[in-house]
């Protein structure tokens, strides 16, 4: 079955400590997304990618980076300076430039907490 | 800005009534409008959009959502409303240049 697989999905951060959240797709879409929410928050853009080899920041990109070296996978990374990181995260994927039409497929998350 | 409005963070029914749930929308030329739904601890999961045509599109598990041009509004609606209708609901608009933009979320809670 097509979909979105994000691992883990929970996740625990030391301070200090960076940490990675998988994401990947074998829907063969060109675009891919990072959410951040939060209770009564709803969804915040952190990064997204059109196309592989390239990225731009969302609405709330410091302290957290990403790479897309496949057109499959688009790894985010919550760095130590993210000093509140304890959230859900959530992954996106969509056909592409072209296809706004089209809806975003979303992974199940991953709940990052702070130890 | 460009913004997606749901301005009920909570919305209660009785099950076997008819729901709404309202969005409002503020994004420059015909945007693409979303719903979508959301389970504890899981992700989202599209039900319906509208592109062009009809107001009245139809969705998943018999849910509809009536576009209005004019009230720049996308409100979803189901007939008869289920315990099982209880969850997260969000609404979403996406612009030509394939960015998104959603509304914060109205929780869906159904009494039996």
């Known amino acids: 079955d097509g979909g979105i697989t994000q691992s883990p999905k929970y996740l625990f951060r030391k301070e200090g400590q960076n940490v990675t959240l998988s994401c990947e797709q074998n829907l063969n879409h060109d675009a891919m997304y990072w959410y951040r929410q939060d209770p009564g928050q709803g969804l915040r853009l952190i990064y997204y990618?059109?196309?592989?080899?390239?990225?731009q920041k969302g609405d709330i990109a410091e302290g957290y980076s990403v790479s897309r070296e496949k057109k499959e996978s688009f790894p985010l990374t919550v760095t130590s300076a993210q000093k509140n990181p304890t959230a859900f995260y959530l992954c996106?994927?969509?056909?592409?430039?072209?296809?706004?039409?089209?809806?975003?497929?979303f992974g199940d998350g991953t709940r990052l907490s702070i130890l | 800005a460009q913004s997606v409005a749901q301005p009920e963070d909570q919305v209660n029914v009785a099950e076997g009534n008819p729901l709404t749930v309202k969005c409002t929308y503020s994004?420059?030329?015909?945007?693409?409008l979303f719903w979508y739904v959301q389970y504890p601890n899981r992700g989202l999961q599209f039900l319906l959009k509208y592109i062009t045509g009809d107001n009245l599109v139809k969705g998943s598990y018999g849910f509809e959502a009536e576009f209005n041009k004019s009230q720049t509004s996308f409100h979803l609606k189901k007939p008869s409303a289920l315990v099982s209708d209880s969850a997260l609901y969000f609404c979403?608009?996406?612009?030509?240049?394939?960015?998104?933009?959603f509304g914060t979320g109205t929780s869906l809670t159904v009494i039996p």
């Open positions: 990618s059109q196309i592989v080899n390239d990225f």
């Open positions: 994004v420059s030329g015909n945007p693409y």
């Open positions: 979403a608009a996406g612009d030509t240049g394939n960015q998104f933009y």
């Open positions: 996106a994927s969509q056909q592409g430039a072209g296809y706004s039409n089209q809806p975003q497929h």
